[in-house]
C-alpha cells in the first residue's frame, strides 16, 4: 500500500514538471504587455479667420459624416472684401475695354493719317514737276514738301501711339487679359474665403471635444473640435527592450481590454516597432553621462493595427488600457520596414465646396462688364 501510494506521488511529480516545462516552453512563444493603449488620429477643426459662432451643429458624443456642417460663421469681413473685389473687377473689365476700343481709335488714326500723306506726297510730287516748268514758284514747291514730311511725321506718331495702345490692350481677349485675370484669381479668392464661413467635418467619426458655443468670437486657427474615428483606431504595445528579441512585422497579435474584459478578444498583427524607447522622445531626455547613472530598462513603442471588424461592434475610446499577446513563433518577417508606405489620407473631396461657384461668379461679372460684340 505505502508502495502504491510513493508511485502516484512520483506519478504526479512527474506530470507536474511535464506540465510545467511544456508551459514554460509554450510561452517563449508569447510576449505581452498590459502596457498597452488605444491610440489614433485626433482631428481639429479650427476657423480659418477670426469671426462670430453664430450657429453650431453638434455636440460632444455626436456622430458626423464627412463633410457636414458643423459652424456657421457671420462672415460679415469676407464678404464685403468679396465685395469690393466685385467692384474691381467689373472696373478692370470696363478699363481692357475701353483699351480695346482706343486699339480701334488708334488704327482709325493710322489710316486717317496714311491718307493724308499719300495726298501730301502726290501734292509734293505734282508741286516739283510744276516747279521745274516754271509753273509754281519754288517757295509754293519747297512748302509742299515740308507739308509731307510734317504729315509723315504725324503718321509715323499715329503708328506709334497704335503699337503702344496694342501693347496696353495686349491681343488676347479681355478675359485673358493678365488685369483681368489678376482682378479675377482675387475676387475667386474672396468668393472662397466666403465660402470657408462653412466649416465642415473633414472626416467621419466622433466629436470628442467641443470648444466653442454659438456667439463665440473665434481667432484664426483656433480649435473648435476636435473629432476621433473609433473604427480607424490602433494599438500601442510599449514593451520591455529585453521582450523584443524575436518581435518581426506582421506577427499577430491578440488583445484584450479592461473595458470589455478578457472575454472578448480582437485580434491584430504588428505594424512595427519604434524607432527609439520612450526616454529618447521625452519632454526631458535623460543626460545619462552624468555620475549618478542608473541602468534602467527601457520600453520601445510597437505600433499593432486590429485586423477584424471586431472593433465596428465593440469600440475602444482612445486611451483604453489594453492587454496584448503577441505570438513570435514565426521569424520570418523583417524587424523593420524598408518599403515606402503608400497609405494616403485625402480629404480634398471634402473641401471642394470652397471652391464652388468661384470660376461661373467671376465669369459672369466679366460678361456683364463687356460692351456688346466685344470677346
Known amino acids: 500500500m505505502r508502495r502504491s501510494w510513493s508511485l502516484l506521488v512520483v506519478i504526479l511529480i512527474l506530470a507536474g514538471i511535464s506540465y510545467a516545462l511544456v508551459n514554460y516552453l509554450e510561452n517563449r512563444k508569447f510576449v505581452a504587455t498590459d502596457n498597452a493603449y488605444t491610440t489614433g488620429d485626433i482631428i481639429t477643426v479650427s476657423s480659418p479667420f477670426e469671426d462670430i459662432i453664430m450657429w453650431l451643429g453638434g455636440e460632444e458624443g455626436d456622430y458626423v459624416e464627412a463633410g457636414q456642417e458643423l459652424i456657421r460663421l457671420d462672415g460679415g469681413a ?37 491718307a493724308s500723306y499719300k495726298l501730301a506726297r502726290n501734292e509734293s510730287q505734282r508741286r516739283q514737276k510744276l516747279a521745274k ?18 504729315v509723315a511725321a504725324s503718321l509715323a506718331t499715329a ?5 503702344e495702345a496694342e501693347i496696353k490692350a495686349g491681343s488676347m481677349p479681355i478675359a485673358e487679359h493678365p488685369k483681368v485675370k489678376h482682378a479675377a484669381s482675387w475676387a475667386s479668392g474672396h468668393q472662397a474665403y466666403v465660402n470657408k464661413t462653412t466649416i465642415v467635418a473633414p472626416v467621419s467619426g466622433h466629436i470628442a471635444k467641443r470648444f466653442a458655443a454659438a456667439g463665440d468670437i473665434v481667432k484664426a486657427g483656433k480649435p473648435l473640435f476636435q473629432l476621433v474615428q473609433l473604427d480607424k483606431v490602433w494599438v500601442e504595445a510599449n514593451f520591455k527592450e529585453t521582450k523584443l528579441r524575436n518581435l518581426r512585422i506582421d506577427q499577430p497579435v491578440e488583445i484584450s481590454s479592461d473595458l470589455y474584459g ?22 526631458l531626455p535623460a543626460q545619462n553621462a552624468t555620475g549618478n547613472w542608473l541602468k534602467i530598462v527601457q520600453r520601445v513603442p510597437v505600433r499593432i493595427e486590429l485586423t477584424d471588424d471586431t472593433v465596428n461592434d ?62
Not at 133 to 150: N, P, Q, T, W
Not at 262 to 283: D, H, I, N, P, R
Open 262 to 283: 478578457k472575454e472578448l478578444t480582437y485580434q491584430g498583427v504588428v505594424m512595427g516597432t519604434g524607432t527609439g524607447t520612450g526616454a529618447a522622445f521625452s519632454l
Open 159 to 163: 503708328r506709334q501711339r497704335l503699337s
Open 133 to 150: 516748268k516754271g509753273m509754281v514758284s519754288k517757295e509754293e514747291a519747297d512748302i509742299a514738301v515740308l507739308h509731307l514730311e510734317e
Open 78 to 114: 469676407p464678404k464685403n472684401a468679396l465685395s469690393r473685389a466685385k467692384s474691381d473687377l467689373a472696373r478692370v473689365v470696363q478699363e481692357v475695354a475701353s483699351l480695346k476700343q482706343k486699339v480701334q481709335r488708334r488704327k482709325a488714326e493710322v489710316v486717317q493719317w496714311q
Open 314 to 375: 465593440y469600440p475602444l475610446p482612445i486611451g483604453s488600457s489594453l492587454h496584448v499577446s503577441i505570438d513570435t513563433s514565426d521569424q520570418s518577417g523583417v524587424r523593420l520596414s524598408r518599403v515606402p508606405a503608400a497609405r494616403p489620407v485625402d480629404v480634398s473631396p471634402v473641401y471642394g465646396y470652397w471652391r464652388e461657384g468661384v470660376h461661373e461668379m467671376a465669369q459672369q461679372i466679366i460678361a456683364d462688364n463687356l460692351p456688346k460684340g466685344a470677346k
